[in-house]
């Protein structure tokens, strides 16, 4: 099976347009795209070229991965879906996708 590649990481987080100025600045990344409204629930996403952060802000607690604050996922790119699920699962993950 062809290997998957870390594309993102998505936090969650409560003040986007604080957290999205902070890594800006911080780490110079660059502002590439905007869903939602970033003042409710909405997501920044941020790029240093290479990898991606995607800041999310989630209102509803019944939203899958609901949490204010910390890590929501990592993503990875991947040539085989199934493959990579089923290696993921025969790891011990749990699979939140319906095959």
């Given at each position: 099976m062809p290997k998957a590649k870390l594309r993102h990481v998505a936090i969650n987080c409560e003040d986007l347009e604080g957290e999205a100025n902070?890594?800006?600045s911080a780490?110079?990344?660059e502002e590439v795209g905007r869903?939602?409204?970033v003042t409710k629930s909405g997501a920044i996403y941020l790029s240093?070229?290479?990898m991606n952060i995607a800041l999310i802000k989630i209102e509803d607690p019944d939203f899958p991965n609901y949490n204010p604050q910390g890590l929501n996922h990592i993503g990875f790119v991947t040539p085989d879906l199934d493959g990579s699920i089923d290696a993921a699962e025969a790891?011990?993950?749990k699979s939140?996708?319906?095959r």
């Open positions: 902070f890594m800006k780490f110079e990344l869903a939602g409204d240093d070229g290479v790891a011990g993950a939140m996708v319906d």
